[in-house]
């Protein structure tokens, strides 16, 4: 079975900058971050597929950036400019649908049922 594991969260002040990492056992068709925070349902925040097309959820676009590695093994997020409402867990999830990319990628985002893998998580914590 294929494993996803987080890392990278941590405490930072409003305005600083995090980068998260997930590392897979295999390669997936598409991989994407979702987030919880306290009292919230989980939300898609980022995706990108095998050719390296992205989307980002409209509260996160122009301050995080999604990236892979060739392998298709590593992804990463890229978090600058930071605020308090990003506080939250964050997940690392994986398809191996077919369909999940290109023009499909958005949809990814719109639900957590999209995707058929999951990590366990690391908390993000932005203090104002």
């Known amino acids: 079975a294929q494993n996803l594991a987080e890392s990278g969260g941590g405490s930072v002040q409003s305005g600083g900058s995090l980068r998260l990492s997930c590392t897979a056992s295999?390669?997936?068709?598409?991989m994407g971050w979702f987030r919880q925070a306290p009292g919230k349902s989980r939300e898609g925040v980022a995706a990108?597929?095998?050719?390296?097309?992205?989307r980002y959820i409209e509260s996160v676009q122009g301050r995080f950036t999604i990236s892979q590695d060739n392998a298709k093994t590593t992804m990463w997020l890229q978090m600058n400019n930071l605020k308090p409402e990003d506080t939250a867990m964050y997940y690392c999830?994986?398809?191996?649908?077919?369909?999940?990319?290109?023009?499909?990628?958005?949809?990814?985002?719109?639900?957590?049922?999209?995707?058929?893998?999951w990590g366990k998580g690391t908390l993000v914590t932005v203090s104002s």
């Open positions: 999830a994986a398809s191996q649908d077919s369909y999940c990319g290109g023009y499909y990628l958005g949809s990814l985002l719109e639900s957590d049922t999209n995707m058929e893998l």
């Open positions: 990108i597929d095998r050719g390296g097309n992205t």
């Open positions: 295999r390669s997936s068709n598409c």
